[in-house]
């Protein structure tokens, strides 16, 4: 979209969704590839319009493969939309879920995920969770799937400077000696939790 790279280009602010020049419901645009697609092959699959958290998803049935993607972080309750995922999903089925995620170095056996009140995730108010893999894997054996594979982690972080590692190690070294302490000095304060935002991709089988 023009006002995402827009924002990337210039900072500047997102609107709204329903503010947005884009915003097109009546139209739905986003669906032309698909209707491209379905006229081409001579495809007989049926399109459905909805709001996937309220309508009746028993009038649906279920389905062998269920794409899931890019969803997830814009709902405002993750379980519960991975639990309505599930009920769509066949028994021996593959739901494919694809979502903003997270990580955190040292914290990767927690189950975390990372809320955002406001513009905190590229500047966009629809954003509210980004999961780390454990909370991703999680949060679909808590929905019902048996068997869950993440398909995606976060890419590899460049290493530190050696000046900048050097001067870390030797502040470590001359804290664990308590001789600041000792001496009447406060410890320096840490530094934030590094965070690393990539696209996580599991694959849930009911």
Same mark, same amino acid.
């Given at each position: 979209?023009?006002?995402?790279?827009?924002?990337?280009?210039?900072?500047?602010?997102?609107?709204?969704?329903?503010?947005?020049? @884009?915003?097109?419901?009546? +139209?739905?645009?986003?669906?032309?590839?698909?209707?491209?697609?379905?006229?081409?092959?001579?495809?007989?699959? +049926?399109?459905?319009?909805?709001?996937?958290?309220?309508? $009746?998803?028993?009038?649906?049935?279920?389905? $062998?493969?269920?794409?899931?993607?890019?969803?997830?972080?814009?709902?405002?309750?993750?379980?519960?939309?991975?639990?309505?995922?599930?009920?769509?999903?066949?028994?021996?089925?593959?739901?494919?879920? +694809?979502?903003?995620?997270?990580?955190?170095?040292?914290?990767?056996?927690?189950?975390?995920?990372?809320?955002?009140?406001?513009?905190?995730? %590229? %500047?966009?108010?629809? %954003?509210?969770?980004?999961? %780390?893999?454990?909370?991703?894997?999680?949060?679909?054996?808590?929905?019902?799937?048996?068997?869950?594979?993440?398909?995606?982690?976060?890419?590899?972080?460049?290493?530190?400077?050696? *000046?900048?590692?050097?001067?870390?190690?030797?502040? @470590?070294?001359?804290?664990?000696? @308590?001789?600041?302490?000792?001496?009447?000095?406060?410890?320096?304060?840490?530094?934030?939790?590094?965070?690393? *935002?990539?696209?996580?991709?599991?694959?849930?089988?009911?």
């Amino acid at each position: 979209m023009k006002d995402g790279r827009k924002w990337k280009r210039t900072g500047a602010l997102l609107p709204p969704p329903p503010e947005s020049r @884009h915003w097109r419901p009546q +139209e739905l645009p986003g669906r032309r590839p698909f209707e491209a697609a379905r006229s081409v092959l001579g495809s007989k699959v +049926e399109p459905v319009v909805g709001d996937f958290m309220t309508m $009746d998803l028993s009038k649906l049935g279920c389905f $062998d493969v269920v794409l899931f993607l890019g969803v997830l972080y814009h709902l405002e309750e993750p379980l519960q939309a991975v639990r309505r995922v599930a009920s769509v999903t066949a028994p021996g089925g593959l739901a494919v879920l +694809e979502t903003e995620a997270i990580s955190v170095p040292g914290l990767e056996d927690r189950a975390l995920c990372e809320f955002f009140p406001g513009r905190e995730l %590229n %500047n966009d108010p629809t %954003n509210w969770w980004a999961p %780390n893999g454990k909370a991703l894997e999680g949060l679909c054996r808590a929905a019902g799937f048996r068997e869950v594979v993440l398909k995606t982690g976060p890419l590899p972080q460049p290493c530190p400077p050696f *000046r900048t590692r050097i001067t870390a190690a030797l502040k @470590h070294l001359l804290f664990a000696s @308590h001789l600041p302490q000792k001496l009447g000095c406060l410890p320096p304060p840490q530094p934030p939790v590094p965070v690393i *935002r990539y696209r996580a991709i599991a694959h849930a089988r009911r």
